[in-house]
C-alpha cells in the first residue's frame, strides 16, 4: 500500500509572521512534522506543499519532497484541501498515480509521534474506512456560550441535571493533527473528510497546537517531555544527556567518512583501499564486551566495508539504498527503541537516519546539514578516532568531556 503524507505550509501568516520557520525546540516548526512522517513505517514518501524558498530549503534538509505551489493557492484565503489537490495532481502530472492513502500533516502541531500517523492508516485500512481523523477523547465538559445580553448559556447540558461524568458518552476533539483519507474521496467531494468516518484517539499532550506566540514555551517543553529529538536534547544540561546515553542498547555506524577518512586509494587494476584508525577498532571492541550491540549500515557495496567490519567482528549491512528503512528493519529485528539507539554520520544520506534515532552524532568534519541535527559534533574527524570518542563517552568515559563540542 503506497501512502504519502502532505504537510502544506505556505509563507505567509497572519498570527504567527513565517509560522513555519518559527524555531521551536530547537528546530523549525515545520521541520518537526516532516521527520515525524519520515519515521512512520506507513509513509512512503513525505512531500511539503509550500509557496516559499526558505520554507522548502529547510522541508528538503530534513528529507522532505517538496511541491511549490502557485500564488492563486497561497493566501490567507486557500483551503488545506486546494493543497492536497495540487500536489495529487502535480504528481499526477509527472507520471505518479495517486496513493492508496494521503495523510494530511498540519504543520502547526509538532506534537505528533509516528505511531500516531500509522494508527490513522492502519484505522483506515482495516475498518474500512473512507477517511480518519486523529482526535482527543474527552469526557464530559460542560459547554457555554455568551448571549447578546452577556448571560452565560449551556450549549451541551442542563445544569438543573447536571450529569455525572459516568453517564456521558465520550467525546471526541478532532485536534488537527493527523488526517488520512483514500484520495478518490478528495477528488469526488473536494473535501478530506468524507464517506466512513474513523476517530484515531490521541492522548491530549499530543493534541496541542501551535497558534500563537504565548504558546511556544510552555509547548516547547512539552516537546522536551514527550520526544527525543536531537536539537531538544543538545540543549540539555550535560547530565541530562548523560542519562540518555546510559539507555543505549545499538550503536550504529556509517562506513565511509565515520570508520575511515573519506578517501580512496585506487590502484591501477581498479583496487580500492581506505584508511582506519586502530583506536576506534580497540573502542568498538570494549563496547562490545559491555552488552551494547554494533552494527555498520553503508551504501558502499565495495568489499572493503565487509572485510573491515569483518576483522573488527561487526555486523554490518552494505549496499543499502534507503538508510532509514533498513536501520528501522534493524531496530526491529533486534527489539530496539529508537531512543535507545546511537547513529553516527557524516553526509547528507545519513539525514533520515539522524533525525529518526534517540541520539544522533555527527563527526567534525561531517556536512553542515548533517551537524545542523545532531546532538553533538565529535572533535575528532572520521576514521581519526571519532568512534572511539563517541564508544568512550557512552561508556562513561570522563575524559571524553573535553573531546565532544556540545551544541
Not at 150 to 158: I, R, T, Y
Request: charged fraction near 25%; glycine fraction near 8%; aromatic fraction near 6%.
Amino acid at each position: 500500500m503506497t501512502t504519502i503524507a502532505i504537510i502544506p505550509a505556505r509563507g505567509g501568516s497572519k498570527g504567527i509572521p513565517r509560522k513555519n520557520l518559527l524555531m521551536v525546540a530547537g528546530k523549525p516548526l515545520v521541520a518537526w512534522s516532516v521527520e515525524t512522517a519520515r519515521g512512520a513505517r506507513s509513509i512512503t514518501r513525505t512531500i511539503v506543499s509550500t509557496d516559499d524558498g526558505e520554507i522548502a530549503a529547510v522541508a528538503r534538509n530534513h528529507g522532505a519532497e517538496v511541491v511549490l505551489r502557485p500564488a492563486e493557492i497561497s493566501g490567507d484565503t486557500a483551503s488545506s484541501e486546494s493543497a492536497l489537490l495540487h500536489v495529487l495532481d502535480t504528481l499526477r502530472a509527472d507520471g505518479s498515480p495517486d496513493p492508496d492513502v494521503v495523510v494530511f500533516l498540519q504543520a502547526t502541531s509538532p506534537f505528533r509521534v509516528p505511531a500516531d500517523i500509522d494508527g490513522a492508516v492502519d484505522l483506515l485500512a482495516k475498518g474500512n474506512y473512507d477517511s480518519v481523523f486523529g482526535g482527543c477523547p474527552e469526557h464530559f465538559t460542560g459547554r457555554w456560550a455568551l448571549a447578546a445580553d452577556g448571560c452565560a448559556l449551556p450549549l451541551n447540558f442542563d445544569p438543573v441535571r447536571r450529569p455525572r461524568r459516568q453517564e456521558r458518552a465520550v467525546e471526541y476533539l478532532e485536534n488537527g493533527s493527523v488526517y488520512a483519507f483514500r484520495p478518490r474521496l478528495l477528488r469526488e467531494t473536494g473535501s478530506r473528510m468524507g464517506g466512513r468516518i474513523g476517530i484515531h484517539p490521541m492522548p491530549a499532550e499530543r493534541s496541542h497546537q501551535i497558534d500563537s506566540m504565548e504558546d511556544v514555551p510552555f509547548f516547547e517543553t512539552v516537546l522536551v517531555q514527550t520526544q527525543c529529538a536531537a536539537p531538544v536534547i543538545a540543549a540539555l544540561p550535560r547530565q541530562s544527556l548523560a542519562l540518555l546515553m546510559g539507555r543505549v542498547r545499538l550503536l550504529v555506524l556509517d562506513f565511509d567518512g565515520v570508520m575511515t577518512d573519506n578517501r580512496v586509494v585506487v590502484d591501477e587494476q581498479g583496487r580500492e583501499a581506505v584508511s582506519c584508525n586502530r583506536s576506534d577498532g580497540l573502542g568498538l571492541a570494549m563496547l562490545k564486551t559491555s552488552g551494547i550491540s554494533v552494527w555498520v549500515l553503508s551504501t558502499e557495496t565495495n568489499p572493503v566495508v565487509a572485510a573491515r567490519c569483518k576483522k573488527l567482528g561487526v555486523p554490518c549491512r552494505q549496499g543499502v539504498s534507503d538508510k532509514l528503512s533498513e536501520l528501522q528493519k534493524l531496530a526491529d529485528d533486534l527489539h530496539v527503541e529508537r531512543e535507545a539507539i546511537v547513529f553516527v554520520g557524516n553526509d547528507v544520506n545519513d539525514l533520515g537516519c539522524l533525525q529518526w534515532v534517540g541520539i544522533p552524532v555527527a563527526v567534525s568534519d561531517a556536512y553542515p546539514e548533517v551537524k545542523q541535527v545532531a546532538a553533538f559534533v565529535t572533535r575528532r574527524a572520521g576514521g581519526e578516532g571519532a568512534v572511539r570518542e563517541v564508544v568512550e563517552h557512552i561508556l562513561g568515559n570522563k575524559s571524553t568531556d573535553i573531546l565532544f563540542s556540545w551544541r
